[in-house]
C-alpha cells in the first residue's frame, strides 16, 4: 500500500504559470519533507514542516512556497516557474519526536517541466 | 559544511558478483546514515539506516556498514542480480539529510 503518495507524477507548465504539487500521507507522520532533484545530481532540500512549524532552507528561493492544511497532506507551490525549476520534486516524511534521526520515507515524486 | 561523496559514479558489473559501493563524509558529527535506491525517472526507496552508534545493518543481500571516526560507509551487494540494477544514494543526517550524488549501478544478465 503506498504510504507516501504525490500527484501529480508528471506536471507540464508554462513559464511564469503557477503551479501546485501535492503530496499525501498515510503514516499519520509528523514531519514532511519537499526536495528538488535535478536531473543527474543529489536531492536538495526546500523545506520542511514539523507538524504545523515551517522550516525554510536559507537559499530556498521565494518563488517557492509550501502549506500543509493538515497532516496527511503538504503542497508545494512555485508562483512564477522558470526554465530552471525543471526537475523532481520528492515528498518525504518521517516520523516525530525530533524527526531527524527517523528514517524517511519518500513519495515516487512529481516530475516537473517548464516550457 | 558537510558535503558526501561517493564512488564511483558508474558501476557495471556482470550477474553473480559481489560488490561494494562507497559513501565518504566530511563531519563525523551525525545521527545517521541512510542508504537509499532510485530507479530512473523514480522516487527513492530506502533500503538501510545506520544509526550513529552502530557499525553495521543487514537486509537481505544488503549490508551496509558506517564508520564515523574515518567518515566512511560502505554498501555491500551480495550475488548481484539485473534488478539490482539503479542509482544508489547514501545521505547522511547532521540536521538535516544530505544526500551523495549517487552510483548508477548496472548489472549485465
Known amino acids: 500500500d503506498a504510504m507516501v503518495i504525490q500527484n501529480p507524477r508528471y506536471q507540464v507548465t508554462q513559464f511564469g504559470k503557477p503551479v501546485t504539487l501535492s503530496c499525501s500521507q498515510t503514516l499519520n507522520h509528523n514531519v514532511m519533507y519537499w526536495y528538488q532533484q535535478k536531473s543527474s545530481q543529489a536531492p536538495k532540500l526546500l523545506f520542511h514542516y514539523y507538524d504545523k512549524d515551517f522550516n525554510n532552507e536559507a537559499d530556498t528561493p521565494d518563488n517557492f512556497q509550501s502549506r500543509r492544511p493538515n497532516t496527511s497532506f503538504c503542497f508545494l507551490d512555485i508562483r512564477s516557474p522558470g526554465l530552471g525549476d525543471a526537475a523532481m520534486y520528492l515528498c518525504?516524511?518521517?516520523?516525530?519526536?525530533?524527526?531527524?534521526?527517523?528514517?524517511?520515507?519518500f513519495g515516487p515524486g512529481t516530475r516537473l517541466t517548464v516550457l | 559544511k558537510q558535503e558526501v561523496t561517493q564512488i564511483p559514479a558508474a558501476l557495471s558489473v556482470p550477474e553473480g558478483e559481489n560488490l561494494v559501493l562507497n559513501c565518504s563524509f566530511t563531519?563525523?558529527?551525525?545521527?545517521?546514515l541512510q542508504w537509499f535506491r532510485q530507479d530512473p525517472g523514480k522516487g527513492l526507496t530506502s533500503l538501510l539506516l545506520?544509526?550513529?552508534?552502530?557499525r553495521e545493518q543487514t537486509s537481505g543481500r544488503l549490508n551496509a556498514s558506517l564508520d564515523k571516526s574515518s567518515g566512511r560507509s560502505t554498501l555491500y551487494i551480495a550475488a548481484s542480480q539485473p534488478g539490482d540494477s539503479a542509482t544508489y544514494l547514501c545521505a547522511v543526517m547532521g540536521g538535516k539529510l544530505i544526500f551523495g550524488q549517487g552510483t548508477e549501478l548496472s548489472v549485465k544478465p
Open positions: 545506520i544509526q550513529s552508534s552502530q
Open positions: 563531519d563525523s558529527a551525525i545521527y545517521n
Open positions: 518525504a516524511t518521517s516520523r516525530g519526536a525530533g524527526g531527524w534521526t527517523d528514517t524517511q520515507y
